[in-house]
């Protein structure tokens, strides 16, 4: 047992002996914290759910959310994707409410990655977008430069899905009907240049892989040599 969890198993027993309900459900959620911070996402999900029970009999809404984030990174990492959009979903709508917009930006994020896993390239660039305003707005340049890297790599996985069928705009992940090859073309054009916008952004805000991905964009958008370019820079490390 690593040292956190000790401690926090103390926490909770000290909390539940005095009859602390606030400090039980906090020691819940750090316990919880503890288990994903060792990579155990299913140990950590009863007690994130005993911390949201918790939150949501004491009035606290924004433990409440805190609880349904960490459910939701739970349940991604395990792999239930569906779950962990209504969880980070609810994560959002809280973070809204109470006006925690560093965690609303967080929510953004997490909602992006879901899509990504589920193929769904639109939706996630429109919520790295979000995350990406909103940390521009609080001057988180870190949390700027994750989001333009998340963008880059949605896109560029947009891109080589597009190759292997019909291209769509960015706002929508079906085709509403058939295109002409220019159309086709075009749209692919659009959005290679839009990756490089955002990745070339990462890279500039301190994300050296964001290199390697401009190889991958590249490269899927058929820029052999720009992509061979992209590696050598990426090899470099400059």
Known sequence: MSKAIEYQTQHLAIAKEVGDRAGEGMAYGNLGNAHESQGDYAKAIEPQTQR??????????????????????????????????????QHLAIAKEVGLRAREGGAYGNLGTCHVHLNEYAKAVAYFKAQHALAMSLKLAHVQSDAALNMGVALTLHVRAARQGPCTATGADQAPGPRSDSSASACLNDRVREAAKWLQAAFDGGRAFAKLHLAHLTYNAGQEDAALAHLKEHLSGR
């Open 52 to 89: 949201l029970a918790i939150a949501k009999e004491v009035g606290d809404r924004a433990g409440e959310g805190m609880a349904y984030g960490n459910l939701g990174i739970s349940y991604l990492s395990l792999g239930n994707i569906s779950k962990a959009i209504e969880y980070h979903g």
